[in-house]
Protein backbone atom coordinates (compact mmCIF):
# COMPACT_ATOMS: atom_id res chain seq x y z
CA UNK A 1 0.00 0.00 0.00
CA UNK A 2 1.64 3.53 -0.89
CA UNK A 3 -1.01 5.65 0.42
CA UNK A 4 -2.51 6.22 4.05
CA UNK A 5 -6.18 5.48 2.86
CA UNK A 6 -8.00 2.49 3.74
CA UNK A 7 -5.68 -0.59 2.00
CA UNK A 8 -9.41 -1.65 0.17
CA UNK A 9 -9.13 -1.06 -2.98
CA UNK A 10 -13.26 -0.67 -3.02
CA UNK A 11 -14.17 2.91 -1.18
CA UNK A 12 -17.71 3.06 -0.52
CA UNK A 13 -19.36 6.13 0.42
CA UNK A 14 -22.51 7.65 0.77
CA UNK A 15 -23.99 10.04 -1.67
CA UNK A 16 -23.15 13.74 -0.59
CA UNK A 17 -25.90 16.15 -0.05
CA UNK A 18 -24.90 18.25 -3.50
CA UNK A 19 -25.62 15.51 -5.11
CA UNK A 20 -28.72 14.28 -3.05
CA UNK A 21 -29.87 17.76 -3.94
CA UNK A 22 -29.33 17.21 -7.97
CA UNK A 23 -31.12 14.29 -8.14
CA UNK A 24 -28.39 11.78 -6.86
CA UNK A 25 -26.75 12.06 -10.29
CA UNK A 26 -22.23 11.77 -10.12
CA UNK A 27 -20.19 13.88 -11.90
CA UNK A 28 -16.59 11.97 -12.42
CA UNK A 29 -13.80 14.12 -14.05
CA UNK A 30 -10.77 12.64 -15.68
CA UNK A 31 -8.31 14.44 -16.29
CA UNK A 32 -4.64 12.60 -18.30
CA UNK A 33 -1.24 14.72 -18.77
CA UNK A 34 -1.98 18.15 -17.60
CA UNK A 35 -0.20 21.31 -16.39
CA UNK A 36 -2.84 23.99 -16.78
CA UNK A 37 -6.14 22.41 -15.85
CA UNK A 38 -8.39 25.94 -16.46
CA UNK A 39 -9.71 24.86 -19.55
CA UNK A 40 -12.14 22.73 -18.33
CA UNK A 41 -12.82 24.77 -14.72
CA UNK A 42 -16.28 25.35 -16.21
CA UNK A 43 -16.96 21.56 -16.82
CA UNK A 44 -15.06 19.78 -13.71
CA UNK A 45 -17.39 22.21 -11.11
CA UNK A 46 -18.54 20.16 -8.25
CA UNK A 47 -17.06 16.85 -9.32
CA UNK A 48 -17.91 14.30 -7.32
CA UNK A 49 -14.49 12.76 -7.77
CA UNK A 50 -11.83 14.49 -9.54
CA UNK A 51 -8.84 12.72 -11.07
CA UNK A 52 -6.26 14.31 -11.48
CA UNK A 53 -2.29 13.83 -12.09
CA UNK A 54 0.22 14.58 -9.22
CA UNK A 55 3.24 13.57 -11.32
CA UNK A 56 5.43 15.96 -8.50
CA UNK A 57 5.68 17.25 -5.41
CA UNK A 58 5.40 20.80 -5.53
CA UNK A 59 9.42 21.02 -4.71
CA UNK A 60 9.82 19.72 -8.11
CA UNK A 61 7.34 22.13 -10.22
CA UNK A 62 9.99 23.48 -12.29
CA UNK A 63 10.32 20.18 -13.68
CA UNK A 64 6.41 19.60 -13.71
CA UNK A 65 6.32 22.82 -15.56
CA UNK A 66 8.78 21.48 -18.28
CA UNK A 67 7.23 18.16 -18.75
CA UNK A 68 3.64 19.41 -18.70
CA UNK A 69 2.44 18.06 -15.67
CA UNK A 70 1.31 18.64 -12.41
CA UNK A 71 2.47 18.99 -8.89
CA UNK A 72 0.33 17.35 -5.57
CA UNK A 73 0.05 20.99 -4.64
CA UNK A 74 -1.55 21.83 -8.39
CA UNK A 75 -3.81 19.32 -8.19
CA UNK A 76 -5.29 20.06 -4.50
CA UNK A 77 -5.60 23.69 -6.12
CA UNK A 78 -7.87 22.91 -8.32
CA UNK A 79 -9.88 20.58 -6.93
CA UNK A 80 -10.92 23.28 -4.30
CA UNK A 81 -10.84 25.59 -7.05
CA UNK A 82 -14.12 23.44 -8.55
CA UNK A 83 -15.52 22.21 -5.68
CA UNK A 84 -14.80 18.72 -5.80
CA UNK A 85 -15.94 16.05 -3.17
CA UNK A 86 -13.24 13.63 -3.38
CA UNK A 87 -9.95 13.83 -5.33
CA UNK A 88 -7.84 11.09 -6.46
CA UNK A 89 -4.27 11.45 -7.49
CA UNK A 90 -3.06 10.14 -10.50
CA UNK A 91 0.58 9.29 -12.94
CA UNK A 92 3.22 9.77 -9.99
CA UNK A 93 6.97 9.68 -10.99
CA UNK A 94 8.38 6.95 -10.85
CA UNK A 95 10.81 8.36 -7.77
CA UNK A 96 7.85 8.23 -5.71
CA UNK A 97 6.39 4.52 -6.40
CA UNK A 98 7.27 1.22 -7.37
CA UNK A 99 8.33 2.54 -11.15
CA UNK A 100 11.55 4.03 -8.91
CA UNK A 101 14.49 2.44 -8.32
CA UNK A 102 15.92 1.57 -5.00
CA UNK A 103 19.21 3.87 -4.43
CA UNK A 104 22.40 1.68 -4.16
CA UNK A 105 22.76 2.14 -0.84
CA UNK A 106 18.95 1.40 0.39
CA UNK A 107 17.96 -2.34 1.24
CA UNK A 108 14.41 -3.10 -0.44
CA UNK A 109 12.92 -2.32 2.76
CA UNK A 110 14.54 0.81 2.62
CA UNK A 111 13.18 1.87 -0.46
CA UNK A 112 9.80 0.63 -0.01
CA UNK A 113 9.38 2.83 3.05
CA UNK A 114 11.31 5.59 0.76
CA UNK A 115 8.60 5.08 -1.37
CA UNK A 116 5.14 5.16 1.07
CA UNK A 117 7.00 8.23 2.76
CA UNK A 118 6.75 10.22 -0.63
CA UNK A 119 3.45 9.21 -1.67
CA UNK A 120 1.95 10.20 1.79
CA UNK A 121 3.98 13.57 1.07
CA UNK A 122 2.05 13.86 -2.36
CA UNK A 123 -1.25 13.41 -0.67
CA UNK A 124 -0.63 15.63 2.18
CA UNK A 125 0.58 18.23 -0.17
CA UNK A 126 -2.90 17.99 -2.33
CA UNK A 127 -4.72 17.92 0.61
CA UNK A 128 -3.36 20.85 2.07
CA UNK A 129 -4.11 22.75 -1.16
CA UNK A 130 -7.55 21.09 -1.27
CA UNK A 131 -8.18 22.16 2.35
CA UNK A 132 -9.84 18.69 2.83
CA UNK A 133 -8.87 14.91 3.71
CA UNK A 134 -10.87 13.07 1.10
CA UNK A 135 -7.75 12.53 -1.26
CA UNK A 136 -6.35 9.27 -1.98
CA UNK A 137 -3.95 8.22 -4.11
CA UNK A 138 -4.35 5.41 -7.08
CA UNK A 139 -2.67 2.34 -7.82
CA UNK A 140 -2.92 -0.24 -10.44
CA UNK A 141 -6.28 -1.87 -10.35
CA UNK A 142 -7.81 1.12 -8.19
CA UNK A 143 -11.50 1.04 -7.79
CA UNK A 144 -13.85 3.76 -6.38
CA UNK A 145 -17.64 2.77 -6.03
CA UNK A 146 -19.65 5.46 -6.50
ZN1 LIG B 1 2.57 11.82 -18.47
Redesign the pocket.
Known sequence: MRCSQPSTPNLQEPPTAQNEAAGGGRKVVLLG?THDSAPIRQLAQGATVLSH?A?FLDEMYEKARVAM?STGKMAGAFAREVGAAKLVLT?FSGRYGHGGEPAPAMSEDDAERMDERDLVMLQREAERAMRSKNVTCAYDGFTLRL
Open positions: DETHH
